[in-house]
């Protein structure tokens, strides 16, 4: 942006829109595509505006489908919403911050936690595939202009064995994906990278 500060998700969709073609997620399902993930993004966008939650909510994410739980995360920062993951809903930390909402895609949870709960299906990321993505309107969400905003919580059991709330912030991921180039500069060259790590822990 005009003023130096760095929006990482807006950053994914800079991206996206020059490499479309390329794989962004591999999962044991298959390849998707920058175009399609960020279709499916786009959509999920729209959904997610339509639930009119307060500015900067706080998003709980308990999604198994690994491609429906990186596109809610890249569409909560690109509404402005930190999220979090979980294992299962059952599991939320009240350690951290109150959640505003919860989403999940599992059946079995009989019931809802203390925050409002809704379930996610595939008909929040259902886009035509043949269209293109607009990448201008996704680029004028509000995202997160403030590098020390906190985007995103992850929980941390350091030594104790139990998880405490981690808050991330876009100078804070920035600086973590420099030193990991500055590490293994070869790795960062390819432009592919692999994670094995739960969405719960730093990714």
Not at 16 to 34: H, K, L, N, Q, S
Not at 79 to 103: F, K, N, Q, T, Y
């Amino acid at each position: 942006s005009a003023s130096g500060q760095v929006d990482l998700a807006k950053l994914v969709v800079y991206s996206a829109r020059r490499f479309e073609a390329e794989p962004a997620i591999a999962f044991a399902g298959g390849v998707v595509t920058y175009k399609a993930l960020m279709g499916a993004t786009a959509a999920a966008v729209q959904v997610i505006e339509a639930l009119r939650l307060p500015p900067r909510s706080v998003v709980v994410l308990d999604v198994r489908n690994p491609v429906f739980h990186t596109v809610l995360i890249y569409a909560l920062a690109l509404c402005g919403h930190c999220s979090a993951s979980v294992g299962s809903v059952a599991g939320i930390e009240r350690a951290g911050p109150e959640p505003d909402l919860v989403l999940t895609d599992r059946d079995d949870v009989v019931t809802p936690p203390a925050p409002p709960l809704r379930r996610v299906d595939p008909r929040w990321f259902a886009h035509d595939e043949g269209a293109p993505v607009d990448y201008p309107a996704l680029l004028a969400k509000p995202g997160f202009s403030d590098p020390d905003a906190v985007m995103r919580l992850i929980y941390s059991s350091g030594t104790t064995g139990r998880p405490k709330c981690v808050g991330l912030t876009s100078r804070t991921l920035e600086l973590r994906i420099a030193r990991s180039e500055l590490q293994m500069p070869n790795r960062a060259a390819g432009g592919a990278q692999l994670n094995t790590q739960s969405f719960s822990t730093l990714m």
